[in-house]
Each structure stands twice: as C-alpha cells, then as structure tokens.
C-alpha cells in the first residue's frame, strides 16, 4: 500500500528556534499533500493545502509566515515552524493524495510530535 | 463552517459484539464522508469512504452507513476483538469538491474488553 513517512518522528527545540519536518510519499506521486496540526484529545486540524511548484493554501487562522511550507517536488513536502514558542507544541500530521479527484485516499504519515521549551 | 460531532468519547464493548459508532454533521452535505483509524501517537489510517449517494459500504467486518437525510453516519464493526481498540476518527471533505482537505471530528475511543 502506499506510505508516507515523516522526519523527524518527534523533536525539541527551544523557543525562538526553527524547526523543520519533512513529508515524504515513498512509493507513489503526490500532487497534493496536505499538513494538519492535533493537539492532545482534540480532532486535526487542517493547516494548509499544499501542490507541488505553487503556492501553499492555508486555512484561515494559520499564520503563513510562521509556518512555511514547501512543496519542490511530487514526493517531497516540507513544514518550518519558524520562532517556534511552547503554544505550537503539537503533533504535526501530513497526508498525501495520489490523484486529482478529491475522493482519491488520503494517506496519512506517522505523525511528528513537537515540544517547544 | 462544518461541525462534526461523534457519539461519545470512549464506548466499552465486550470482545465479540457489534461496535457501532456515530457521526452526526450540522451543516453543509458532504460529496463524501471517510472513516479513519488513529492509535496514540499515530497518523490515521483510511479505512472506509462512502459518497453521498451510497447508503451503506462494507469491508470485512466494518460497515459504514450514511444518511444525508439525517446528516449521520454509522460505523460498525462486527464481531469485534481487542485488537480493534483505537480511535476512530470520522472525516468529511471541506466542500468544494472536496479539494481543500478535510475537516475531522473529535473521534470516539473504543475499548474491546476480552
């Protein structure tokens, strides 16, 4: 089946620093690939749409300059929490689409759990 | 924007009965509406989508339903077995075609006792 992975699996960092986390679909092409934050006991939550070789859309409320997010090729996306403080703790969940149509599966990585101190 | 409630945040079930878990939607009607399975610490992993105009999908011991009438869906698992202890996350597209990602409810925490 296909898989995506995430790096790091967890990480942290002090607040101020900037943190990168890489999404990878490993046996298949993502046009799209999608970055959801899930704070403990609560639903993901979408942060942003993200297709390769444009730009990220993000959802209303999420800061576009503190997360930046992307995506050079149809395998790879990335998310930088940029001056990272202690409220973006969180665990960081991406998901990839193989195809266009929107009832296409999502599959979703393994998550990165953040802890800013 | 779209609300979505799941029945209860952990449901007990004796090894071998039915699990059946709800999800109840307020707003718009979905193109399709998704189940999920989440372990702590975990992505989720698909399991179940079914469109607007189906009634119910199967897959082995799982059976979804969907009811735009009364905005709801059921999740079923027969025969059920401590292995099915998770969280189950119900998901619908956020309009649009659905193209925009989707929106999750809060999920349910089933425990299958032995």
């Known amino acids: 089946g296909a898989v995506v992975s995430q790096h790091p699996s967890w990480v942290i960092c002090k607040s101020g620093t900037s943190v990168k986390i890489e999404c990878r679909s490993l046996?298949?092409?993502?046009?799209?690939m999608f970055w959801y934050r899930q704070f403990p006991k609560q639903s993901l939550m979408l942060m942003a749409t993200?297709?390769?070789?444009?730009?990220?859309?993000?959802e209303q409320g999420v800061e576009k300059d503190k997360f930046l997010i992307n995506h050079a090729s149809l395998t790879l996306s990335t998310l930088t929490v940029t001056s990272a403080h202690p409220e973006d703790s969180s665990f960081y969940i991406c998901s990839a689409r193989p195809g266009l149509a929107a009832t296409d599966t999502q599959y979703f990585g393994p998550g990165t759990r953040l802890t800013v101190l | 924007s779209q609300k979505i409630e799941q029945n209860s945040e952990a449901l007990n079930i004796q090894e071998g009965k039915t699990a059946t878990l709800t999800c109840n939607y307020t707003?718009?009607?979905?193109?399709?509406l998704q189940w999920y399975r989440q372990d702590p610490g975990r992505g989720p992993v698909f399991l179940l989508l079914i469109r607007e105009n189906e009634k119910e999908k199967r897959k082995e011991r799982l059976k979804v339903t969907f009811d735009t009438t009364l905005k709801q869906s059921l999740f079923h698992i027969t025969a059920s077995q401590p292995a099915d202890s998770a969280t189950y996350l119900c998901a619908l597209d956020k309009g649009g075609g659905g193209a925009d990602g989707l929106t999750f409810g809060k999920g349910t925490h089933l425990i299958i006792q032995p």
């Open positions: 046996d298949f092409q993502a046009t799209t």
């Open positions: 993200s297709n390769e070789g444009s730009k990220a859309t993000y």
């Open positions: 707003n718009y009607s979905p193109a399709y």
